[in-house]
């Protein structure tokens, strides 16, 4: 058996290659930005890519060749089941409506006349988000109607650009502030702000469709729950920034366990990567105004710092006081399933 990995600077991959190293598992480096990729995984029984949300290149690339190679009977991480909605929001709410599991009511208008309409009969505030990005990046309050106009018909004219620099910008002085980066890192990302962006970056517009979910107030936090392999649950409370709604990406967060265990929002986890027989999702989730969990979003990929975390719940929720060892458990998990396949 032998393991083919895109090796990326992010996430997942560099423990991936750690514990194949470790543990004497075959594995090779492929390089999917090449033609000859499906040939460079002729000789590999697995493929395995931590794509990034924000590169063109992923953007266009890693969708597509995972559901190919799974198509062939290779395993594949993430899965067509666990990757096909990453970054798209749109795809999430179709998705999550369609389960019926607890979902944050969302409204998606492809029509500027309609999306006019609805915010001409709504209450206010909503929550106005595109269909791609992370940590908090393209998400803001709508406060009024006459906030969601200027929104619809921006939408509908210019767009919006799917990376916002100074939203990047004011993050990285914000962390500076709250001293979680150095002054020579604020000022690289002042250079980055002020020249063009990063030519390999995703750098389109989103137009031709308006997106807003409901807000919930009091909610000071959020809780991102992760399962993996469908029988081992761990989470984090993540703090809202000062003054402000948003929690993702805010960096103050608190770890989960025992004492505060989320039973409710690590049910709904653990069922619905169950129906979806999907192997590694973290889910947002905040409580609307009777105290019940939805959720906001789900995402394969994952901030991989639980060097701190006290331990997981496996799928009887019972706790077990260890480490987390997630790369690891997603190793291993691929393995067994060539181990499936070849004695099926």
Known sequence: MKIGIQPTPIGFTKHWIEYCKNHSIDYKL???????????????????????LLLRKDNI???????????????????FNEGWHYDDKIGQKYLLEALKVPFI?????????????WANQTTYPKVFKLKGGAGS????LVNSEKDAIKKINKAFSSGFNSIPKKYFLN???RKYKSKKISVI???????RYILPINKNFINHKEKGYIYFQEFIPNNNSDLRIVVINQNKIFGIKRYNRANDFRASGSGVIEYLDENNMPVECI????????????????????FDTNEKPVIIEITFAFGSKVSNAKGYWDENLVWHNKEIKMQEWMIKNVIKKVDNLKSS
């Open 267 to 286: 049910k709904i986890a653990l069922n619905t990567a169950k129906k979806l027989r999907m192997d590694s999702i973290a889910y947002d989730f905040v």
């Open 61 to 79: 690339i890693a969708k597509r060749l995972l559901f190919a190679l799974e198509q062939s009977n290779k395993i594949v991480f993430p899965t």
């Open 185 to 191: 890192s604020l000022l690289k990302n002042y250079i």
């Open 137 to 140: 990046a393209n998400v803001c």
């Open 105 to 117: 009511p969302t409204f998606i208008f492809y029509d500027k006349t309609e999306a006019l309409n």
């Open 30 to 52: 492929v390089d999917c930005y090449k033609s000859d990729i499906i040939k460079q995984l002729n000789d590999c029984d697995v493929f395995m890519w931590h794509h990034d």
């Open 171 to 173: 993050e990285n002085i």
